[in-house]
């Protein structure tokens, strides 16, 4: 590996032409002898010559030496610069985040929009989020994770960004005209639209259901929410699903009701590894979150 000060040395001489002038031009203090000796030693690790003497005090770089030297130039131009965005959080980057499609589709909008402003040139990597899992944010495959954590373990840190209301909808012939919701026994005949078993998310459903003394005697397993949703408008089935809105989730093709009394609510979070390396990208984004129940 070429030793780095070899090549600032080279590089000050190759621009300065000359040793004298190099030292003089140095903003650390350096001598002329030592200067040739790091010339010297890098022509020797690279096994050419770099530099000629074209008159007295006069250096310039041979061929070789200009190749090296074009692409030298340029990092050690922009190296201050680099160093000082570190040393300042003034970079940008990637950012990962997995979320489910609802909330990708409703609640990061804005937010993100919000970050862009903050961070104009942040490359965003969205994923929808099917099983809600913190692994991704242990081995580095995801920065945040936005979803509902009943549990958060100690190396997790969290923020609360929305909170999710669950609703009871039905296709819109089912609902004709009343503002009350029907009773589960009307939608016996019916398919629940529920979440794929084994996760969470269906867990909760059935246990709702368990609660209001219902069980569904036909059930069609889906990955998420937005995909209910179409079943629904389509007429393929009811559900009870989550929603950013109180009123439930809009459609011209289903009727919503609020489900629970009192109401159940989850709340949503961002989460992100707690002893995470600093990254500006995050920290912008927490600081632009949004606030749950804020208009």
Known sequence: ????????????????????????????????????????????????????????????????????????????????????????????????????SLLIRQLLPPWLLALRRRRPHVRLELQELIHVDVAPLRNGRADVLVAYLPEVP????????????????????????????????????????????????????????????FSPTQVINLDTADTMLGYVESGLGWSLVPSLEADGPRGRRLAAYPWGNPRVTFPVVMAWRRHAPENPMLDALIACAPKPGAS
């Open 154 to 213: 100690d190396d997790i840190a969290t923020q609360p960004v929305a909170i999710v209301h669950a609703c009871l909808v039905v296709p819109r012939e089912l609902a004709g005209q009343r503002r009350r919701p029907p009773r589960l026994q009307e939608l016996t005949d019916v398919p629940f639209l529920a979440y794929q078993a084994g996760t969470r998310a269906h867990a909760l459903q059935m246990q709702a259901l368990a609660g209001a003394g």
């Open 1 to 100: 590996m070429i030793d780095l000060n070899r090549l600032a040395g080279f590089h000050l001489v190759a621009t300065q032409g000359g040793y004298a002038r190099a030292a003089r031009a140095a903003d650390y203090p350096i001598t002329q002898p030592a200067l040739h000796q790091q010339v010297k030693k890098l022509e020797a690790e690279v096994g050419m010559q770099l530099l000629e003497r074209v008159g007295k005090d006069q250096m310039r770089p041979t061929a070789a030496g200009a190749h090296l030297l074009s692409l030298v130039g340029p990092f050690l131009r922009d190296l201050p610069a680099v160093v000082r965005a570190l040393r300042t959080g003034e970079f940008d980057g990637t950012l990962s985040i997995q979320a489910e």
